[in-house]
């Protein structure tokens, strides 16, 4: 069925993009209509043109270490008594990132029409849906620089996953990298030089020289035919990556690789658990504080049972009994739900579970990195033996030959 993106508002007047699949556009106004969503905007969405876009896009993005900048210099200012459109005017001068300039331009206009602060973030495409939630919060306490210090702390701290995440798969990255580099050159530009030497011999090549040299000659006979062939492979994978099913098998194949895919549950795990304590701290209901995580989780399999958790909450089950019935989320998250929500504490139980859960990604990606490292270092211990052996030992043979 064809995909399309909406341009949604609520009835609390929140403003949001979201993807659907429905048989047509009008079976899906109608569905939208039932949820009591306004429509703003339907734009069907096209996988391959969207994949395009992807490919050669040249869009400013939002700088997020930037924006945790603004937002520390915006609550500062805040809480120095400074009026909203003053303090965004004063930050505006500041900003370099084109995309966070020209949201925030919108931003103060909206403001000073009479828009609520985050009615006019959560306008902007580039700001996510958790910000503007957090303002409303903040505008509804009259706390704004409270709410907007702790959307700092929980972007830091998922930050702070992130680049535990990253820097653990740098080194094995530069390793299989470099090794596929090296043995492209001892194909493409290397082995050729011997090729002549090899055939003045006269005697037969070892296996493995001639399979290298096979390899090599296959190379660089047929390396336009390869590299057109890995391009169209790799666009045609985005493709399949954009479509609902292909989203949900490429992360379900994902959860399926040893210990990679624990790392990426429990990092799915993490941030739901500190965005919906994040939400439920700053005062929101538990039913709009699990819509708007719906929206935060990127992964389909989670958002889909977020979105049935947020429902049959609505309908007056118990979280915990909601999120054991999607089957997905640990027993021990379960349980501390469970008396979160028996003693009236379910954000720092929430908070408890992402501490939790970020020592096992820790302990995960230690690990990890313990057994990828040899392997890596084998591997490429593996390739120069192979292309030593492939040059010597026919030298060797030769010269064994030869003393007969």
Not at 6 to 12: E, F, G, W
Not at 65 to 73: D, I, K, S, V
Not at 238 to 262: D, H, N
Request: aromatic share 10%; with cysteine.
């Amino acid at each position: 069925m064809p995909e399309y993106r909406c341009r949604l508002a609520t009835a609390d007047g929140e403003v949001m993009s979201k993807d659907f699949v429905a048989a047509d556009e009008e079976t899906l106004r109608a569905e939208l209509a039932s949820q009591d969503y306004l429509v703003l905007k339907i734009q069907h969405q096209s996988a391959a043109l969207g994949a395009l876009t992807d490919l050669f896009s040249r869009r400013a993005k939002l700088s997020m270490a930037e924006f945790m900048l603004f937002n520390q210099e915006f609550a500062a200012l805040l809480k120095a008594g400074l009026p909203i459109i003053e303090a965004l005017t004063l930050l505006l001068e500041r900003r370099e990132n084109p995309a966070l300039r020209e949201a925030l331009e919108d931003v103060r206009d909206r403001v000073r029409t009479g828009e609520s602060l985050a009615e006019a973030f959560a306008a902007q495409a580039c700001i996510p849906p958790l910000y503007s939630s957090s303002l409303a919060s903040g505008e509804r306490s009259g706390e704004i620089d409270t709410v907007l210090n702790r959307y700092i702390h929980y972007s830091q701290t998922i930050a702070g996953v992130k680049s535990k995440v990253v820097a653990a798969v740098t080194y094995p990255i530069i390793l299989v990298t470099f090794s596929v580099g090296l043995m492209m050159l001892f194909l493409l530009y290397v082995l050729p030089k011997f090729q002549s030497f090899f055939d003045q011999l006269g005697s037969e090549m070892p296996f493995v020289t001639r399979a290298v040299v096979f390899v090599s000659d296959f190379l660089r006979g047929n390396w336009l035919v390869l590299i057109v062939g890995i391009s169209l492979a790799v666009f045609a994978i985005k493709v399949w990556q954009r479509t609902p099913s292909g989203k949900r098998t490429f992360e379900a194949l994902t959860y399926k690789i040893p210990l990679v895919g624990a790392i990426a549950q429990r990092f799915v795990m993490t941030r739901f658990a500190r965005t919906l304590g994040t939400l439920v701290q700053g005062g929101l209901p538990l039913v709009v504080c699990l819509e708007i995580v719906s929206r935060a989780v990127e992964t389909p399999i989670y958002r889909a049972a977020v979105e049935q958790v947020a429902r049959k909450v609505r309908d007056g089950s118990a979280l915990w009994s909601t999120l054991d019935e999607t089957g997905l989320f640990p027993g021990m998250m379960i349980e501390m739900v469970k008396v979160g929500e028996s003693s009236g504490a379910v954000a720092e139980m929430l908070d408890h579970v992402a501490n939790f859960t970020d020592g096992e990604i820790d302990h995960k990606l230690q690990r990890l990195i313990a057994i990828v490292e040899p392997l890596m270092l084998v591997f490429m211990a593996v390739i120069v033996g192979i292309m030593l052996l492939a040059i010597y030992y026919p030298m060797l043979v030769a010269y064994s030959n030869s003393e007969f």
